[in-house]
């Protein structure tokens, strides 16, 4: 049997007969043992927190499944590529692992002496080789560095479940609750649609600039899904003609304001709490448009925020069709049955059949992640918008 | 002769062999106190000098002579008093006639020149006949008018001090009580050890010793005993030890910077590794392990160890002292 399947069979390599190159030998062994040790235990918090911070970034930018997918694997190589190079960078040295051996084992020293002396020619100090690599070889790497789960691995594992819980949480929430509309894939914007989306009215409203010409209107636009011509939404982005864009003109909050939202949203009030920065609101309101849109009932649910006490001024309802956007990532370019009828003439076969060529590109569009997530209300809302009479 | 490993071997064997010999003999006449036996024979072993410490009527006179008769040793015993003069310790010129008519002086040695001496309650002597001692337990030789006289190996000096009457004593300064090895304590006896003493002792059967080994073999046991080998983890961790013994190092633990003023000095440090390597030697081992320190580190270092006025007042051991540093100590 080779020397090597010797060691891979049982324990340290077998005695060459040259202490010397017996301790150094088996010393070598024990530290690459203690390198794998080292790496996997650092491997295993290093992937737990890449996961965690990967599933986190996916939450918060809104990824697809299939970027959330790449995300998360990247994150978990790249921790782990991290925790090799760590571990290789503290590997111990030869003589820390003869005192590390020797500590474990309560050997005496007898690992570190023999590996001090050996060289050394004088009598005693070839016993005390002989007898280090004796018992060196004797040993078993897995004895003197066993492997141990980090103590904090329950709470990273914890961290892990947490995290995907909550990402697929949202994948099967916007799966199931839309199925001719978005299902948005984005956990985040299930979330925060949930809680109340940093949404349209958050960063449109809590926007003092009047006229919301700038962030919020972009919010408060963003938020605009396909039924979103109605007044309030249009008046909100021009900050003028509703007592709701007045509450936004005069930096009132968003709760404040009755709102009422048709062709389904959520609460009112999960979309109006905080004034999100404009650079998130058209995210939070596509979100919210998303996640709460194809829950409510058809026909559009009247929720109603507190109104007026904070705002002073904003005691009217408002009624704002805010038919929230559909089709954000992948999902598909549901019409909205909600919508109310106007007095358009309805497409002819050919304009029908365009209308169907450029719905269904679109559709495909947004399945395949072309269209950015904070756009897609718009596309939604330009295809319902220009739909003739008929199809509504 | 260059030493071989298999001769290496055999002298450690025969180390164990003497060692345990010496143990059991002294067993025949010293009723228990092993930790004390064993501490002594390595202090003998590593040709170093032990202060004992304890009651009268213990034992002490009987442990060191007990010992250098299982040896076939020479054996000198001096007790002191506050009218010994240092030439009954060294010895000293007389005037003799070496032929009829013709008178000359000749150097008449003393007992300090035996193999082992019992220098019994040393604290009575004076400080002059105490330097006298300390000075050839040091340089291991005599200067009597102007001339040297070197004092033959193996030897030991076994002071013996007794802690309870302090009247119309010396307490040994620091200074010399640094060139003793160790200090042992000699304990009071338990019950079943003394039921023990008392059937020996008033029987009419006398216990007696074998002696087996000489001096040649002592000495050739002290050289094995350096030849062992200590790496340098384990020595940084007998000079951390000293360095702990200290109240201004950094490492010390906060009893030495309470009750210390000062620490153990370099012979601290040798003793204990000397030490040591005996009692690795004695497991079978040809190099110093770390629990070989801990474990001599409480009777090298206690008395190098001088508490501060605070100390005394609260009748801090040394012993308790050390223990700390050992226990607080690092490996690293």
Redesign the interface.
Known sequence: MSRRKAQASSALPALTGEPDHDVIDCLRMLRSRAIWVMAVRYAVVAVAIGVVIAEGTALAVGTSARATLVLVSGGALGALCVATLWAVWRAPTLIETA?LAD?RLGW???A??AL??AGAT???????V??GAARLARSRPAEVFPFEYPARLPWLLAGVLAATSLLLGGYVRATMGDGAQAPSGSAATGGAGQRGSPAANAAGVADPAPGAAGPSAAGASAAQPPGAVAPAATAGAKGAASPAADASAHGSQAADTPVRHEGGTGPANASVPTAASPSTAADAGSASAVTAGPLSPAGGVSATTASGAAAGDGAGTVDSTTALGGGVRGGTLAPDATRKQDNRPAFTARERALYRGEWDRAQAAVAQDRIPPALRPYVRAYFEAIRSAGQR | M????A???AQAAQFRECFTHLRTEIGRVFVGQNSLVDHLLICFFCQGHALIEGPPGLGKTLLVRTLSDAVSLSFARVQCTPDLMPADVTGTNLLIETAPGLREFAFQRGPIFANVVLADEINRATPRTQAAFLEAMQERRVTVFGITHRIDEPFSVFATQNPIEMEGTYPLPEAQLDRFFFKLIVQVPGLEDLAEIMARTTGDREARVTPRFGAETVRAMAGLVK????????TRLALRFVRATHPEAQESPDVVKQYVRYGASPRGAQAMILAAKALALL?G????????LRTVAPPALSHRIIRNFQGEMEHVAPDSIVARIVAETR?G
């Open positions: 005192q500590r005496q020293n007898h570190s002496a001090q002396f004088d009598a005693v100090a070839r016993l005390v002989r007898d | 260059i030493p071989t490993p001769s290496v071997e030849q062992v080998k200590i790496d340098d983890q384990a497991a081992r040809f190099h110093v392990s770390m629990d070989d490996d």
